[in-house]
Each structure stands twice: as structure tokens, then as C-alpha cells.
């Protein structure tokens, strides 16, 4: 029970100051999962952005439920993502009902130019932890390249490229172009 | 009641077929708009705006509005709360189920050389995607877009206390390991208003 309520906790904290979708919350999911309890390592969240963004449904949420899910069972997976779409209710819910216009007050848009910024540096901190464990020879360096680059530049689903790099992954250890290079450098 | 009903499947079918991430959800709710009638095309880039101003997943966000718009507009204050969680529940349900099957899969296949081998294929993209991502981020925060629309020079458009401010940031976060995410966030937006960036 304790850790089912720490479970709604930790997510309902990050729902509540993750500003810009599902890759935002990256750098506190770090911290809160990977440092402070140790229920996941930075491995197994990459693992679970990849797939949350091959499965149906919001990135944040499928992190969550697979983080609750593996900490405790079927009911740690609808604690956590009760947690994560909890502030969003109580917040936009309220604005929803009592304040039209919210996003063109001034003093909101100038919050916002700040935490926008503070996002890019917490985001870039949050990539560099995961890209150390992630790419991990040349091929896996040249998959991220082409992926970043045709994600950032056309409207292709990123559904495309985690199931092309899925397949390209196989063929690269099936074929043995890695165990080539492997023992190249030795 | 029935409206709850529909909300619920309506927002059921939202989250069984977006794939990738909040703003896929985008072209399936102008749909519902159209079919429905319960909102906007108007209303759809209110609650955009909204939703990215707030905190949370933008696709919950965007639930939780239109479901309130819904709820409220058919009887009130109380059925709009109730509409905003019945969206948002509905939403997702769908995403809940999957996950959980496919985390049941992967513990079982874990050990297998397969599994293995795509998800090298797999991190490598996850981590590409969150460049992208990143980049996108980056793009809106260091650069004024009216500038570049009334056709400013690159320079004129760069925006410099943004970038001065997120250097600041970035030097925090990788200098003092143990000062929470949370803790920075509020410090941005706190500099944001004072220097009124």
C-alpha cells in the first residue's frame, strides 16, 4: 500500500511540473526513479520511451504504467498513471472553468520564456546520461543520427522510425556486422 | 448519461489509435469536433495553447479540456468535472492495457538474443527522437517566431537572455547533482517574470 501511494506521489509531482510533454519529464524521471528510489535504471527508460512511442497512447502515461507495472504489478500501473493525469485534471480542469484567456496573460508568457529555457538544459542533461548507455558502437551512433535528423525535419511518425531501427538493430547483430567490427578492434 | 457514455469510447478510440506521443492525438480530435459537434475549430487551438502551457502530458491536458467543455455545456460545473475525468480516463485505458502486456512480454523474452538485438536498434532511435524532440524545444525557445516572421535577420531573432538563462541552468544542473529538477523549473519561471523575458 505505502508504495502504491509513493507510486501516485512521485508521478502526480512530476505530472505537475512537466511543461512540454512526455520527453520533458525525462530529467525528473531520472531523478526521482533512477537516483533517489532505484526502481529503474536509465537503461530500461529508454527502453520504455521506445516503446511507449510504438504503442497507443500518450508517451508520459505508457512510462508510467510500465514504471508501476514493473514496481508493483497491475495496480502499481494504474496508481502511477492516475498519478501522472492527476494535476493535469485539478490544473486545466480549473482553467478550463474559471480563467478564458489563461495563456495570454503576460506575466504567464514571460514564466513560460523561462521555464522554456530551463527545459532545454534539463532535456540536454537528461539526453547525455541516456545517449552514453544508448549509443553504444558506430552503428548505433549513425541509427540515432539519421532518426534525429528526418524526425527533426519531416512529419514522418516516429512509429516509422522505432520499428525501422528495430529491424535495422537485428540485421546489424544478425549479420554479424558488429562482431566484425568487434574483433577489428581488437 | 449517455453523453459520458460517448465521451468515454469516443476518447477510448483517441488513445487506442494515436501513436506517438500527445499531439498525435491532434488530428483525431478535429475529427471528433466535426462528428460531434461538441466543440470548435476554435476551440481545438484554445485548448493547444492551453495544454502547452500547462503542466502535464499535452494529450491528458487536451482531454481534460475538451471533456469539461463537454461535460459543462451539458449540464454545469460538476458534470464538466466529470467529463474532464472520464475523458481523461478514457483516454487512457487503451494505453494502460497494452503497456501492461507488453511489459508481461518482455520479462518473459528477456533473456532472448532477439529482444537484445532490437533494442540496440530501438535505443539508438528512442534517443534520436528525443533529440529531435529537443531540438524542436530549443527552436521556440531561442528564437522570437514573430521576428523571424516579419523577416529579421537570424540575429535579430535570436533571443538572448533565453540563452543566457538555460546556460545558467544547464550549469546548475550538471554542477550540483543533487538540486531537483522541480527546484530549477520554478527558479526559470521566477527569472522568466522578474526580468521579463
Redesign the interface.
Given at each position: 500500500m505505502k508504495t502504491l501511494l509513493q507510486l501516485f506521489l512521485i508521478f502526480a509531482?512530476i505530472?505537475?511540473?512537466?511543461?512540454?510533454?512526455?520527453?520533458?519529464?525525462?530529467?525528473?524521471l531520472q531523478?526521482e526513479l533512477v537516483d533517489n528510489k532505484k526502481w529503474t535504471t536509465n537503461?530500461e527508460l529508454?527502453?520504455y520511451?521506445?516503446?511507449?512511442?510504438?504503442?497507443?497512447?500518450?508517451?508520459?502515461?505508457?512510462v508510467a504504467?510500465?514504471v508501476g507495472?514493473?514496481t508493483k504489478g497491475?495496480l502499481g500501473?494504474?496508481f502511477a498513471?492516475l498519478g501522472?493525469?492527476t494535476?493535469?485534471?485539478i490544473?486545466?480542469?480549473s482553467?478550463?472553468?474559471f480563467i478564458s484567456g489563461?495563456?495570454d496573460y503576460q506575466?504567464?508568457q514571460?514564466?513560460?520564456?523561462?521555464?522554456?529555457?530551463?527545459?532545454?538544459?534539463?532535456?540536454?542533461?537528461a539526453?547525455w546520461k541516456?545517449?552514453k548507455?544508448?549509443?553504444?558502437d558506430i552503428?548505433?551512433?549513425i541509427?540515432?543520427?539519421?532518426?534525429?535528423?528526418l524526425?527533426?525535419l519531416t512529419d514522418i511518425?516516429?512509429?516509422i522510425?522505432?520499428l525501422?531501427?528495430?529491424?535495422?538493430?537485428?540485421i546489424?547483430?544478425?549479420s554479424g556486422l558488429r562482431k566484425a567490427k568487434e574483433e577489428k578492434q581488437k | 448519461m449517455m453523453i459520458f457514455l460517448e465521451l468515454y469510447i469516443r476518447f477510448f478510440l483517441v488513445g487506442l489509435f494515436s501513436v506517438g506521443g500527445g499531439l498525435a492525438t491532434l488530428p483525431f480530435l478535429t475529427e471528433m469536433g466535426e462528428a460531434t459537434g461538441w466543440f470548435t475549430p476554435m476551440d481545438i487551438s484554445n485548448m493547444v495553447a492551453i495544454s502547452e502551457s500547462t503542466p502535464g502530458p499535452i494529450g491528458i491536458n487536451m482531454a481534460t479540456y475538451i471533456g469539461f467543455q463537454v461535460g459543462s455545456g451539458f449540464g454545469g460545473f460538476g458534470y464538466g468535472v466529470l467529463g474532464s475525468i472520464i475523458a481523461s480516463i478514457g483516454e487512457v485505458t487503451p494505453a494502460v492495457v497494452v503497456i501492461m502486456i507488453v511489459s508481461k512480454m518482455l520479462m518473459k523474452f528477456r533473456d532472448s538474443k532477439y529482444v537484445e538485438y532490437t533494442f540496440y536498434g530501438l535505443r539508438a532511435a528512442s534517443v534520436g527522437l528525443i533529440l529531435a524532440a529537443w531540438l524542436g524545444v530549443l527552436k521556440i525557445a531561442f528564437f522570437s517566431s514573430e521576428a523571424l516572421e516579419e523577416g529579421s535577420s537570424f540575429f535579430m531573432a535570436i533571443d538572448y537572455k533565453s540563452i543566457i538563462l538555460s546556460a545558467v541552468i544547464f550549469f546548475l544542473v550538471t554542477k550540483f547533482k543533487k538540486i531537483h529538477p522541480i527546484a530549477l523549473i520554478v527558479l526559470a519561471a521566477v527569472v522568466g517574470i522578474i526580468f521579463k523575458m
Amino acid at each position: 500500500m505505502k508504495t502504491l501511494l509513493q507510486l501516485f506521489l512521485i508521478f502526480a509531482r512530476i505530472g505537475g511540473f512537466t511543461f512540454g510533454g512526455g520527453y520533458a519529464m525525462l530529467p525528473m524521471l531520472q531523478k526521482e526513479l533512477v537516483d533517489n528510489k532505484k526502481w529503474t535504471t536509465n537503461e530500461e527508460l529508454i527502453d520504455y520511451y521506445a516503446i511507449g512511442q510504438c504503442t497507443p497512447g500518450i508517451i508520459a502515461v505508457n512510462v508510467a504504467t510500465f514504471v508501476g507495472f514493473k514496481t508493483k504489478g497491475v495496480l502499481g500501473g494504474i496508481f502511477a498513471t492516475l498519478g501522472m493525469i492527476t494535476p493535469s485534471l485539478i490544473i486545466v480542469g480549473s482553467i478550463a472553468a474559471f480563467i478564458s484567456g489563461f495563456q495570454d496573460y503576460q506575466v504567464v508568457q514571460w514564466a513560460f520564456s523561462g521555464i522554456r529555457a530551463a527545459v532545454v538544459a534539463l532535456i540536454l542533461n537528461a539526453m547525455w546520461k541516456i545517449a552514453k548507455k544508448s549509443l553504444v558502437d558506430i552503428f548505433a551512433v549513425i541509427i540515432f543520427l539519421i532518426v534525429a535528423a528526418l524526425s527533426f525535419l519531416t512529419d514522418i511518425s516516429p512509429v516509422i522510425f522505432v520499428l525501422a531501427a528495430g529491424v535495422c538493430g537485428l540485421i546489424i547483430n544478425l549479420s554479424g556486422l558488429r562482431k566484425a567490427k568487434e574483433e577489428k578492434q581488437k | 448519461m449517455m453523453i459520458f457514455l460517448e465521451l468515454y469510447i469516443r476518447f477510448f478510440l483517441v488513445g487506442l489509435f494515436s501513436v506517438g506521443g500527445g499531439l498525435a492525438t491532434l488530428p483525431f480530435l478535429t475529427e471528433m469536433g466535426e462528428a460531434t459537434g461538441w466543440f470548435t475549430p476554435m476551440d481545438i487551438s484554445n485548448m493547444v495553447a492551453i495544454s502547452e502551457s500547462t503542466p502535464g502530458p499535452i494529450g491528458i491536458n487536451m482531454a481534460t479540456y475538451i471533456g469539461f467543455q463537454v461535460g459543462s455545456g451539458f449540464g454545469g460545473f460538476g458534470y464538466g468535472v466529470l467529463g474532464s475525468i472520464i475523458a481523461s480516463i478514457g483516454e487512457v485505458t487503451p494505453a494502460v492495457v497494452v503497456i501492461m502486456i507488453v511489459s508481461k512480454m518482455l520479462m518473459k523474452f528477456r533473456d532472448s538474443k532477439y529482444v537484445e538485438y532490437t533494442f540496440y536498434g530501438l535505443r539508438a532511435a528512442s534517443v534520436g527522437l528525443i533529440l529531435a524532440a529537443w531540438l524542436g524545444v530549443l527552436k521556440i525557445a531561442f528564437f522570437s517566431s514573430e521576428a523571424l516572421e516579419e523577416g529579421s535577420s537570424f540575429f535579430m531573432a535570436i533571443d538572448y537572455k533565453s540563452i543566457i538563462l538555460s546556460a545558467v541552468i544547464f550549469f546548475l544542473v550538471t554542477k550540483f547533482k543533487k538540486i531537483h529538477p522541480i527546484a530549477l523549473i520554478v527558479l526559470a519561471a521566477v527569472v522568466g517574470i522578474i526580468f521579463k523575458m
